[in-house]
Structure formats: structure tokens, C-alpha cells
């Protein structure tokens, strides 16, 4: 007898992988082009024990590196932000920091934008409309390996699943300047004019592109350019 009551608690049979009665927090590697976002987003975090920001990023070509680096349990992207392709780097971390989770913010809940968050590998989205205590709930679910979306995806499901007859603008799962991104590729344009003619670089523009094809389960340009033509839009 070695005089012990109970069981041998080890970082191994801890919920996250620490000693003692109370988990570790949850480590987050945050990624937004939008310096003011992003240090909200932190400011934010921060202030609950739950969560531990171990870094942020501007630049999302520093993200595996610094993933590979960190070992974040979850990496926190945005699918609003233009200045980084949200999808392909979910896509790339999901490949490369397989040990880490990507959750995924946006202010859309409809179904294709939620299909193609789930292709790219990311284990949850979280509304930008939610409360703070929800965020947090999330975090903590994508770094158990669950999946969560919220209850606006249900519903978004329920609506992409109607049969009911009602009318709907052309392809709702896109933001107004998807749409209209997606107007210019049906016109023939190109990357460089698209980036002149809206005021944005091309970097920009190849960001929404990626967002497009990704949500109307596209490979190219050119098969956006003809279900759009289908669809009414482009001269």
C-alpha cells in the first residue's frame, strides 16, 4: 500500500492534457487580416481563463509555420477577411496541423457558405452576431474534435431543402460584392481589371474568387462564368 485514495491523476487522463482538477486553457492561434478585429477579437478572449491566445496574425502565409511553432488546439479564422484566402489555408491546415482545429467566423449562415467551410476541413463556424459566451463554447467544442455550427445553420439547411416554391435571388449565399465579383467574371474579365474597376488589389479579387468557386462548388472561372450566364447574369 502506498497510502494514495484514489487514482493517479497524469497529463494524460486530464481533459486537455494536464495535472490537477482544472484543464488547461485552451490554446488559440487567431488569424485576421483587420488589425483592429483582430485585436477585439483577442481583447475578447482574453478575457476568460478558458481560453489562452498564444498568438495573432496579420499575414495568413505566417499561419503554418507559426502553427507548427505554437501547437495551438485551435486556430481561429475569418471568412470575411479579404486580405487571406480563409479557405485554402483552413484546407492547408487541416493537412499539415492535423493535432489542430479550425474554427471558422462569419457573418453568413447560409448552407453552401457552411458546406464549403466543412470541405475545407474546419470543424465549426461561429456567427459574428453570437454572444461571447457562445464563442467560447465553440472554441472548446472544435478543440474536443467535435463539430458545432449554431442553431442558424439548421435552419439555413431546413431553407436550402425547401421545396416550397418561393422565388430566390440568384445564388444568396453570396455577399453583394460576390455577386458582383461574380458579374465580371461573367462579363470576361480578368483578374487585373476586376481588381481596377472595384478599386481592389488582385490579391483581394483572387480571395474572392477562391470564396465563389468554393461556395458554388466550382473548379474555375470558367464554370462560374457559365452558371452565372445561366443565371442572368454578365452582358
Known amino acids: 500500500m502506498d497510502g494514495r485514495s484514489g487514482p493517479d491523476i497524469t497529463a494524460e487522463n486530464t481533459a486537455f492534457g494536464t495535472s490537477g482538477t482544472s484543464p488547461r486553457p485552451v490554446r488559440i492561434l487567431l488569424v485576421n487580416g483587420h488589425p483592429v478585429f483582430l485585436a477585439g477579437l483577442r481583447a475578447l478572449l482574453e478575457t476568460t481563463s478558458v481560453v489562452e491566445v498564444v498568438g495573432d496574425l496579420t499575414n495568413g502565409t505566417d499561419t503554418i509555420p507559426t502553427a507548427r511553432l505554437l501547437r495551438p488546439d485551435v486556430v481561429i479564422l475569418d471568412l470575411d477577411d479579404d486580405d487571406n484566402d480563409v479557405l485554402a489555408l483552413t484546407r492547408r491546415i487541416s493537412g499539415e496541423c492535423p493535432q489542430t ?46 463539430a ?3 442553431a442558424h445553420v439548421a435552419e439555413s439547411v431546413l431553407r436550402h431543402f425547401d421545396t416550397s416554391g418561393v422565388e430566390q435571388s440568384p445564388f444568396p449565399e453570396l455577399t453583394d ?14 483578374t487585373a481589371a476586376i481588381a481596377h474597376e472595384l478599386a481592389l488589389t488582385t490579391k483581394t479579387v483572387r480571395n474572392y474568387l477562391s470564396k465563389i468557386f468554393a461556395k458554388l462548388e466550382v473548379r474555375d472561372r470558367a464554370e462560374a ?10 452582358d
Open 177 to 190: 460584392r460576390e455577386r458582383v465579383v461574380l458579374r465580371l467574371v461573367a462579363d470576361g474579365r480578368s
Open 225 to 234: 462564368a457559365v452558371i452565372a450566364r445561366r443565371a442572368g447574369l454578365g
Open 101 to 146: 482545429a479550425v474554427l471558422v467566423l462569419t457573418g453568413q449562415h447560409d448552407y453552401r457558405t457552411v458546406a464549403a467551410v466543412v470541405r475545407a476541413g474546419a470543424r465549426g463556424c461561429a456567427f459574428k452576431a453570437a454572444r461571447p459566451e457562445d464563442l467560447v463554447r465553440a472554441v472548446e467544442a472544435v478543440s474536443r474534435r467535435e
Open 148 to 150: 458545432i455550427f449554431g
